[in-house]
Each structure stands twice: as structure tokens, then as C-alpha cells.
């Protein structure tokens, strides 16, 4: 993708660069706007009368249509994959299958402000596996990362202990997620430039889904909804204009302002938990969740300068948001 204003008939068309600024604007406008309708998602998924299982389905299988037509419209080919990619795609799909299961799961037992950050994990645990694969120490500010990830994290699990048991484990079943996003993450991180975002999109959805389904029968679930008003916005939401925004948006950015953008997600998930669930945050809460968020925000723009330890990097750097 071109960088934001980097486009040479725009600056040729508008000496003054208007069309440069208001591209930039269009472009900042379309990243907030997608962690936003993403930061809504947790709050949908409390409301749906599926299970938590169930609504992942959905989600996914409401949006596929839409995803093939996009990736019609960019001009990405779906078929013809090799056999060995289908392999690796399964291999991602079925962890993101299991992220979201997990993820959802969490959400339904935890604070929405928790439930976000530690869903959106992935990006510090791709930092920690370049470490472990580089076997090389962190530098500069990776520690600040390890300390602020390691501290937010204990001081929210422990708020979350004393609340509840049922908290505390809701938690851990959204850190849970994050470690299964990050898998989907390397699984697929060749892939991406390969075939591009949304005809890959199209492939894990196909593969997710089903294990999905099975998933929410083995549990027994509700899946068929009696109201599909929460449902259908969810996936409008989270699948359409969430991913839609991020996928346009992401590539016109460096990793550091992904990283602040991402911030948004927690934040507007644990307003949403304030007023509609009542649910309050002590300082102390407060804390922990700048010290998760400052550890995303490094953790996305840590620029790794070896070749093996840009493994997570790389795919940090195209991940889609949840």
C-alpha cells in the first residue's frame, strides 16, 4: 500500500496538498473508527441469545459472502491455492476458531476493558516469541514491554481474583485467546502478502466456521437465535466495518500509531462496561491497564532489526484486530 500523502498525482493535482491532507484525515478517520466498532464487540456478544460459541459462528459465516465479494473488488484471487497453503490456513483458521471461542467465552465472565486488552495480547506475545527464536535478549524499551506487560497483567488478574473466582478465570480464558491469536498470526504471516488480506479472510473463514459450529454443538449451545438484532449487528460491526476499516487503513501507518489506535479498544470497551454494565474501575485497575496498554503500544512498535526476530514483527504488523 502507499504511504499516507505519498501519492505523486495528488501532490501534482494540489500544490497546497489539500487532497494530501484530507487523504490523511480519511485514513486516520478509518483506523480510529475501526478499533471503535471493534471495541463494540464484546459488548454485542453479552447481549446475543446464542452462546458465546455460537455468536463466533455467526459472525464469521454472516460476514463470508461479503468478505468474497471485497476480495473480488481488490482484485485478489480465492481459488486456485496451493494445497499446501489450504494446510497452513486450516492450521490458522482452526486456531482463530479457538481464539474467538475462547475470547467470547471470556468475555461473558470478565470486565470488558479486561476482556479487550487481554484478547488483543497477540501483538506482546509475537514480541516475546522473537525473543525465543532470535535467542536473544530484549533491548531498550522490549524490557519496558516485559515489565508493563507482566505488571498490568498481575494487577488485573489479582483485581480480578478479588472480585470473583469467575472473573479471574474469564481472564484467563481471554489471555487464552490472545496466546491462539498470536498462533493464527505466524501461522499465516507468509500468506498474507501472497494472496492478500480479505481473499485470505475468505479461506480462514471457510475453515473456521465449521469448527466453530461443532464446537458450540459439543458445548451445548443455543445456536439458532430468537432475536437476531445483536447478532447482525455484531458481524456488520466487527467482521465488516471493523476489519473493512482496518484492512484500508493499516498499511498507510507505522507500527507505533497502530499501536495508540489500538488503545482505543480498551478504552471504549470499559466505558461501555461502566454504563451498561455498572462495571467499576478502581485506580488500581486503572493502573494495570495503562501498563498492558503501554506494553501493546511497544510491543507494535518495536522495530527488530534481525532477520529471526522480525518473525513477529512481520506478522504483528498485518494482523487484524479483533
Same mark, same amino acid.
Given at each position: 500500500?502507499?504511504?499516507?500523502?505519498?501519492?505523486?498525482?495528488?501532490?501534482?493535482?494540489?500544490?497546497?496538498?489539500?487532497?494530501?491532507?484530507?487523504?490523511?484525515?480519511?485514513?486516520?478517520?478509518?483506523?480510529?473508527?475501526?478499533?471503535?466498532?471493534?471495541?463494540?464487540?464484546?459488548?454485542?456478544?453479552?447481549?446475543?441469545?446464542?452462546?458465546?460459541?455460537?455468536?463466533?459462528?455467526?459472525?464469521?459465516?454472516?460476514?463470508?459472502?461479503?468478505?468474497?465479494?471485497?476480495?473480488?473488488?481488490?482484485?485478489?484471487?480465492?481459488?486456485?491455492?496451493?494445497?499446501?497453503?489450504?494446510?497452513?490456513?486450516?492450521?490458522?483458521?482452526?486456531? @482463530?476458531?479457538?481464539?474467538?471461542?475462547?475470547?467470547?467465552?471470556?468475555?461473558?465472565?470478565?470486565?470488558?476493558?479486561?476482556?479487550?486488552?487481554?484478547?488483543?495480547?497477540?501483538?506482546?506475545?509475537?514480541?516475546?516469541?522473537?525473543?525465543?527464536?532470535?535467542?536473544?535478549?530484549?533491548?531498550?524499551?522490549?524490557?519496558?514491554?516485559?515489565?508493563?506487560?507482566?505488571?498490568?497483567?498481575?494487577?488485573?488478574?489479582?483485581?480480578?481474583?478479588?472480585?470473583?473466582?469467575?472473573? @479471574?478465570?474469564?481472564?484467563?480464558?481471554?489471555?487464552?485467546?490472545?496466546?491462539?491469536?498470536a498462533v493464527y498470526l505466524l501461522?499465516?504471516?507468509?500468506?498474507?502478502?501472497?494472496?492478500?488480506?480479505?481473499?485470505?479472510?475468505?479461506?480462514?473463514?471457510?475453515?473456521?466456521?465449521?469448527?466453530?459450529?461443532?464446537?458450540?454443538?459439543?458445548?451445548?449451545?443455543?445456536?439458532?437465535?430468537?432475536?437476531?438484532?445483536?447478532?447482525?449487528?455484531?458481524?456488520?460491526?466487527?467482521?465488516?466495518?471493523?476489519?473493512?476499516?482496518?484492512?484500508?487503513?493499516?498499511?498507510?501507518?507505522?507500527?507505533?500509531?497502530?499501536?495508540?489506535?489500538?488503545?482505543?479498544?480498551?478504552?471504549?470497551? !470499559?466505558?461501555?462496561? @461502566?454504563?451498561?454494565?455498572?462495571?467499576?474501575?478502581?485506580?488500581?485497575?486503572?493502573?494495570?491497564m495503562v501498563l498492558v496498554g503501554? !506494553?501493546?503500544?511497544?510491543?507494535? !512498535?518495536?522495530?527488530?532489526?534481525?532477520?529471526?526476530?522480525?518473525?513477529?514483527?512481520?506478522?504483528?504488523?498485518?494482523?487484524?484486530?479483533?
Open positions: 500500500m502507499d504511504n499516507v500523502g505519498g501519492r505523486e498525482e495528488n501532490a501534482a493535482a494540489q500544490p497546497d496538498g489539500a487532497p494530501r491532507s484530507a487523504r490523511g484525515l480519511l485514513l486516520i478517520a478509518a483506523l480510529l473508527g475501526g478499533n471503535i466498532a471493534l471495541a463494540t464487540g464484546p459488548w454485542l456478544v453479552r447481549l446475543v441469545d446464542t452462546g458465546p460459541v455460537s455468536a463466533a459462528f455467526w459472525r464469521l459465516f454472516l460476514a463470508l459472502p461479503f468478505l468474497v465479494v471485497f476480495a473480488w473488488v481488490a482484485g485478489q484471487r480465492i481459488g486456485g491455492m496451493p494445497r499446501k497453503t489450504l494446510v497452513l490456513i486450516a492450521i490458522g483458521a482452526t486456531a @482463530f476458531a479457538m481464539d474467538l471461542a475462547s475470547w467470547h467465552i471470556g468475555i461473558g465472565m470478565t470486565r470488558l476493558g479486561n476482556a479487550t486488552l487481554f484478547g488483543n495480547a497477540g501483538s506482546i506475545i509475537l514480541l516475546f516469541w522473537g525473543f525465543i527464536i532470535a535467542r536473544m535478549m530484549p533491548r531498550g524499551f522490549e524490557w519496558v514491554a516485559i515489565f508493563c506487560a507482566l505488571g498490568g497483567a498481575g494487577i488485573l488478574l489479582g483485581r480480578s481474583l478479588e472480585i470473583s473466582t469467575t472473573t @479471574f478465570v474469564g481472564d484467563l480464558f481471554c489471555l487464552t485467546a490472545g496466546v491462539l491469536y501461522t499465516l504471516q507468509g500468506q498474507r502478502a501472497r494472496f492478500g488480506s480479505w481473499s485470505l479472510l475468505v479461506w480462514v473463514s471457510i475453515f473456521a466456521c465449521p469448527v466453530l459450529l461443532a464446537l458450540a454443538i459439543a458445548l451445548g449451545e443455543p445456536v439458532w437465535p430468537t432475536d437476531w438484532t445483536p447478532i447482525l449487528i455484531l458481524f456488520v460491526s466487527s467482521q465488516l466495518i471493523g476489519q473493512g476499516l482496518l484492512v484500508y487503513s493499516l498499511g498507510h501507518f507505522p507500527p507505533l500509531i497502530i499501536g495508540l489506535a489500538l488503545l482505543t479498544q480498551p478504552a471504549v470497551a !470499559a466505558v461501555i462496561g @461502566f454504563t451498561v454494565f455498572s462495571e467499576v474501575l478502581t485506580p488500581l485497575d486503572l493502573v494495570g503501554a !506494553a501493546l503500544v511497544v510491543a507494535r !512498535a518495536s522495530q527488530i532489526s534481525s532477520p529471526q526476530r522480525t518473525l513477529g514483527s512481520r506478522a504483528s504488523e498485518s494482523e487484524e484486530a479483533k
